[in-house]
């Protein structure tokens, strides 16, 4: 069965990803982020019926992922919170899986896949950038930069793959629609993000160091309001690519339908 078949190729790259990280001196200095699994799923679902073999789909969504991963733990750098030590060491993590991602498409020689994903990472680190700096601006280009940023690496993987455009479509808009829903999660239990930093500023004009528990009742609201209009308008797209993309697995409606259940418990509250 297809879904079978995909599961088995998605639990290999997780094997494959964890045995590469499994780094005794990193491991025991630095906590490992967490693997994304959506993005692993979907990665390996756009290569699912194309003609390349099931190694060359786990070492080129292992590969794409290990740059995900890079970028992940070189961020971890920029936290004041975080001990001289363990910044130094993720710069060394993070370089480490930049070279292994580097490392198996050379063996591939497929020179455009590294340059569409070293572009990528160019793009999403300006989009953070951009994010940081955020200043004086209206919510519609906060929001911008968090599409971009969340699926740039996905677009860049694609277009080497050539993925018909309404599956690339659909994984970039899934993981848009995520990441939307964990901002207002954090929304929600108070958790500060940068994201929710430059809200409150675009939306209140409040200023980055304003706690989100100090916001009265209706200053909350509004900023809540602002993300659900762009999670629904996020959602209604999803809904839209998923009735016209035949035979979506199991697996990846199940994926869509979850995150869509996690949104609606969240719009309730």
Known sequence: MVVNTLNQQVESIIVNINNIRNNHYLNKHIEPLDLDMDRILFLSWSLHDSSLSKEEIVDYVTATVL????????????????????RQLAILAGDYYSGLYYSILADY???????????????????????????????????????????????????????DDTKKELMMEFLFFRKMVSELESIHFQNETIFIKKLKLACLQLDD?????????????????????????????????????????????????????????????
Request: aromatic fraction near 6%.
């Open 67 to 86: 740059a995900h991963l890079a970028m992940e733990t070189h961020e971890q750098v920029a936290n004041p919170n975080v001990p001289m030590k363990k």
């Open 109 to 163: 020689s497929n020179i455009q896949l590294i340059r569409l994903l070293a572009t990528a990472i160019k793009i999403i680190n300006e989009h953070k950038i951009s994010i940081y700096q955020f200043q004086n601006g209206k919510v519609e280009s906060l929001i911008e930069n968090m599409k971009n940023i969340e699926s740039t690496l996905v677009n860049q993987f694609s277009e080497n793959f050539h993925v």
């Open 209 to 269: 160091n304003f706690p989100i528990e100090n916001l009265s009742n209706d200053e909350k609201n509004i900023i809540i309001n602002e993300c659900t209009h762009y999670i629904y308008e996020s959602k209604a797209k999803l809904e839209e690519l998923s009735k016209i993309i035949p035979n979506i697995p199991i697996t990846i409606q199940t994926r869509l339908n979850e995150v869509i259940k996690q949104f609606t418990l969240l719009s309730s509250q």
